[in-house]
């Protein structure tokens, strides 16, 4: 089997007894929320930021202070 | 014999560079990256609150206090005001610093009611035996309500300090605008919270 198809066969990682290793699905599912929501907060607020600034310089290049 | 250059010739060859004004100025920029980091820890936060909340079956817990959440509702309004004011008064300032001196005044006043509301709550829950050690549910109350209370109370010092500035004619657009942006972080943040905490 090629290594690289490996990775299909691995599980849940039990190294978290807190977050991964509970049985309670609530508290898997919370744990999955909460990676993705501080996963994706940071670059939402970096790529917002960006954005803002981006569009500031466009408007003051039109019409400068 | 070759004539000295002289200042206007020199400037003729190497014209002086342009100046340009920042993009964004520094006093609002550095605020801006705070208010990131602060997003950061609050969502670490509300992240760990979501996870402890699933590891019990009632929340909060049976047998301790509940939080007052019509109370707090009400104190909710009270720092959406105050934004409210901020915001008013810094459409203001850029029409007249003179303008922007009541509405300020007021957004100080409710950001202090509202510290001085939950202090008043805080009083009344520990009377009531609900401490930092009587449940996970409790710990976290007091430290996401508490953290936030402490932004309020440095917001309010700052708003209170360039409120100084604004009436001895000293106070740097810039400044304020980064002292707006600091306010609008905290009282934008409330409703998140109370949303997570008290409901």
């Known amino acids: 089997m090629s290594p690289g198809l490996l990775w299909l066969l691995t599980g849940a990682a039990w190294a978290c007894a807190v977050c991964g290793g509970q049985d309670d699905a609530d508290t898997k599912q919370a744990f999955i929320d909460t990676t993705i929501f501080l996963s994706l907060l940071p670059l939402g607020l970096m790529g917002g930021a960006s954005l803002w600034i981006y569009k500031r310089s466009q408007a003051l290049e039109v019409a400068p202070d | 014999m070759a004539r000295s250059m002289s200042e206007r010739d020199l400037r003729l060859v190497h014209p002086p560079p342009r100046e340009r004004k920042p993009l964004v100025p520094n006093q609002v ?45 009400f104190n909710t309004l009270v720092l959406l005001a105050s934004g409210a004011l901020m915001f008013y008064a810094g459409k203001r300032f850029a029409e007249s610093p003179e303008a922007a001196k009541k509405p300020m005044l007021g957004a100080v006043a409710l950001g ?45 010092l700052v708003v209170l300090w360039q409120a100084r500035q604004l009436w001895a004619g000293s106070l740097d657009p810039n400044g304020f605008w980064a002292g707006r942006l600091f306010w609008y972080f905290v009282v934008l943040l409330w409703p998140v ?7």
């Open chain 2, 193 to 199: 919270l109370y949303w997570q905490v008290y409901l």
């Open chain 2, 112 to 156: 202090v009611f509202f510290v001085a509301f939950q202090g008043m709550e805080w009083v009344q829950l520990l009377s009531q035996g609900l401490t930092l050690q009587t449940s996970s549910h409790s710990a976290f109350f007091y430290l996401i309500v508490g953290m936030h209370a402490l932004h309020v109370m440095v917001g309010t």
């Open chain 2, 29 to 73: 920029l550095g605020t801006m990256i705070f208010i990131l980091t602060e997003c950061m820890l609050f969502a670490g936060f509300i992240s760990a609150y979501a996870i402890a909340r699933t590891n019990v079956p009632v929340w909060p817990p049976a047998g301790q206090p509940r939080l007052p959440v019509e109370a707090t509702g």
